[in-house]
């Protein structure tokens, strides 16, 4: 081997050599290329991935936020509708208060004629007392006239019986006894003249004492039956009321209410009311006065009769104490008054809200209230007094209570006590009324349940009073049905042989003045009918009759338009509170829908932010991706480029090869070609899969990051 021929070899084995390293060297860029490319095809693939997360985040919150709009659009609807609504409301209650305007000065003009008839009635009394007298004194005169005649008369007779003896002028006889016949009939003209005046005289005085002659007590059974008695019991003043002023003063004629009106340039208005009742019991009077006058129904009962006693007044105003006594003390009266086989029947039931519940059982509420007031008698055993009042304790605890401003456990029911004596075919009843509350709605400042509750006792009170009223003016038809309490008092309430006695409740205090006058002047109205009675019976005279039957009819149709604004005026007080309370449910709901527009508003404030966030964030992004991109594609070109190189590098070998001498005698042995870069390398670097857009912004001007120097 030559020189030359060795130098060439030895060149070519560098050549190979160098060859070799640079195959080896382009192995490992190709390698690590690829491993680039993969994690960049791997970020790409995220940020594709995110992008799409993004965008269908982004939809989520468009479709939310169009859902938002809807239901805003909904919320704003539907407060449209809400003041439309309100503006109804608000024109009902004008047109309320209008009614309510002019019930108020109806009030006031019936107010006048009732003080005008007041002052009529008190002229008529007068006038009665002013006939009294003078037919006082006519009689006086009448009788000294007769006392007169008759002593004229006695000396006549003795003149006759002297002239008689003396058988004298006969002419002179007949004359004087002419004169004597005139004189028996002057005599007997001026008698019956005085008893016609004695009669007036008995019809005037008893105008004037008429109002001292209606005691019940005293009166026949069969006036009454027809009469209502109403007595008046002022609670005393509690340890609780220390510190609050009285408004209430009585004596044994009447009761007189103050009430303080606001205050005038610095004085105090005080505007007094008077009422007049039969009996008037204060904190000086035990039970056994105030039993004396509920005796007499005792009686009728346990001679077969009926008898209501009821409790009436606001709450707190005692009637549960004053009703608990008098059960106690009717038991005892009514145990010492039956004589014989009885049986006596026990009933107790309450009335709230418009149901009936049986007090002395847990059983659950039926739906028919005869069924229940059937189900709540029991038979009591032969030694009844003792288990009555038992059972009577039990039932009162039984009652539904609630705490109230006036009352710590007020009762919100009416209470029922109903006692049956039946004795061979005769069957006497007698029912205890425990009346729930009577307060104006104004001052008990109740809502919701409370004010339903209170509408419906202030209502079955109302329909108490219209069926007194029916009584009292002697209707066709009495409207027991308007409500459970009347419904179940119709046994006792009316009729032949029946006692009413209502006992009106009247709390001291004078923050309670309002209420004590609504009492008084309802007891007012159940006492006329009584009086009415008494004088229609004792009067004769007839001019007197006539004048005092028109006051009468007068005093029932006052009495009947008085009722009727009292319903009214309960009617504007309910409507108002329940506008009141409509509007204050309104106000609420409106408050809450701009409570919920602005919680909507706010959130689609922070949609929108996010929504911008978002978008920067996809912009950020797609911009990474582009240089990624842009980077990726430079990479593969430099790549390209770096293996075209080869290529040619690879060429170049083979023709230097080809070209010498030795080349035939050394097989080109392990020597591989080196594969072209269109062969292999494309097909084995995947080419990330881009979206059309994101294929759009490729970059083609990328610089080549690898240097392959031959
Ligand atoms: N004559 C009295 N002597 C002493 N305390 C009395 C008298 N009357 C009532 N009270 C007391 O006054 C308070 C209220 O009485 P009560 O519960 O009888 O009133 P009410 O009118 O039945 O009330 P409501 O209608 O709310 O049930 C009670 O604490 C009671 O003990």
């Not at 060859?19 to 490992?28: F, L």
């Not at 003795?158 to 005599?187: F, H, P, V």
Request: aromatic share 6%; glycine share 4%.
């Amino acid at each position: 081997m030559s020189d030359q021929e060795a130098d060439i070899y030895l060149q070519l084995d560098q050549l190979k050599q160098e060859y070799e390293d640079y195959q080896a060297q382009s192995k490992e860029y190709e390698e690590l290329l690829e491993s680039e490319v993969a994690e960049k095809d791997e970020k790409l693939s995220q940020a594709v991935n995110k992008i799409e997360k993004l965008t269908e985040e982004l939809q989520n919150y468009k479709e939310r936020y169009q859902k938002n709009e809807s239901e805003v659009c909904k919320l704003q609807k539907e407060i449209d509708q809400l003041r439309s609504r309100l503006k109804i409301f608000e024109e009902q209650k004008r047109e309320l208060e209008h009614l309510n305007d002019q019930w108020e000065n109806s009030a006031r003009i019936l107010e006048y004629s009732k003080q005008d008839l007041e002052e009529r009635l008190y002229q008529a009394e007068e006038n009665a007392i002013m006939y009294k007298g003078e037919l006082d004194e006519i009689t006086y005169a009448k009788e000294v006239e007769i006392q007169r005649l008759k002593e004229e008369c006695n000396e006549l007779r003795q003149e006759i019986a002297t002239l008689a003896t003396q058988k004298g002028d006969t002419t002179r006889l007949a004359e004087l006894e002419q004169m004597l016949s005139n004189t028996l009939k002057e005599q007997e003209e001026l008698k019956s003249q005085l008893d016609t005046s004695r009669q007036t005289k008995k019809s005037g005085s008893h105008i004037s004492s008429r109002r001292n002659s209606i005691d019940s007590s005293t009166n026949s059974p069969a006036e009454a039956c027809h009469s209502v008695k109403v007595l008046v019991k002022v609670r005393p003043v509690l340890d609780s009321d220390t510190n609050k002023s009285t408004c209430v003063a009585y004596d044994e004629l009447g009761i007189q209410v103050s009430t303080f009106l606001n205050k005038e340039k610095g004085k105090p208005i005080t505007e007094i009311k008077k009422f007049e009742f039969d009996r008037i019991f204060g904190s000086e009077s035990s039970i056994d006065d105030l039993f004396f006058d509920i005796a007499p129904s005792i009686n009728m009962v346990a001679s077969g009769g009926r008898a209501c006693i009821l409790a009436y007044g606001q709450t707190g105003s005692g009637k549960t104490y004053t009703m608990n006594e008098v059960l106690s003390k009717s038991v005892e009266a009514l145990k010492v008054a039956i004589v014989g086989e009885y049986q006596v029947y026990l009933n107790c039931i309450e009335i709230y809200n418009e149901q009936v519940r049986n007090l002395l059982s847990n059983d659950a509420l039926s739906k028919n209230w005869k069924e229940t007031v059937e189900m709540a008698e029991i038979k009591l055993e032969n030694d009844w007094f003792s288990q009555c009042l038992t059972l009577i304790q039990q039932a009162a605890l039984k009652r539904s209570t609630k705490f109230t401003e006036s009352n710590s456990s007020s009762s919100r029911s009416h209470c029922i006590y109903t006692l049956k004596i039946v004795k061979g075919s005769h069957t006497g009843i007698i029912q205890f009324v425990d009346l729930a509350g009577s307060e104006r709605i104004s001052k008990s400042k109740v809502s919701g349940d409370i004010l339903k509750e209170t509408l419906l006792i202030n209502k079955s009170l109302s329909a108490l009073q219209d069926v007194i009223a029916a009584l009292e003016t002697k209707q066709n038809h009495i409207p027991y049905r308007n409500s459970m309490l009347t419904r179940i008092l119709q046994q006792t309430l009316g009729g032949e042989e029946s006692m009413v006695t209502v006992i009106l409740n009247c709390n001291p205090c004078e923050e309670s003045s309002g209420e004590t006058v609504c009492t008084l002047a309802l007891g007012t109205r159940l006492k006329s009918v009584d009086l009415g009675y008494s004088i229609r019976k004792n009067l004769k005279n007839e001019e007197v009759e006539r004048t005092l039957r028109l006051l009468e009819k007068e005093r029932a149709d006052k009495n009947t338009i008085l009722r009727k604004l009292d319903k009214l005026e309960r009617d504007i007080e309910s409507y108002q509170y329940a506008i009141k309370d409509r509007d204050s449910k309104i106000g609420g709901l409106i408050i809450k829908m701009k409570n919920k527009e602005k919680q909507l508003t706010e959130e689609n404030e922070k949609y929108r932010k996010e929504l911008v966030l978002l978008k920067n964030f996809q912009d950020e992004a797609n911009k990474k991706l582009r240089i990624i991109k842009s980077h990726a594609e430079n990479e593969a070109q430099a790549k390209n480029k770096a293996l075209q190189q080869l290529k040619v590098k690879d060429v170049n070998i083979k023709r230097v090869l080809s070209a010498s001498p030795l080349a035939l005698r050394r097989p080109p042995t392990k020597y591989q070609p080196i594969q072209t870069a269109n062969q292999s390398t494309p097909s084995r670097i995947p080419r990330p899969k881009f979206r059309e857009s994101s294929a759009e912004s490729y970059s083609k001007n990328g610089t080549n990051h690898y240097n392959f120097a031959l």
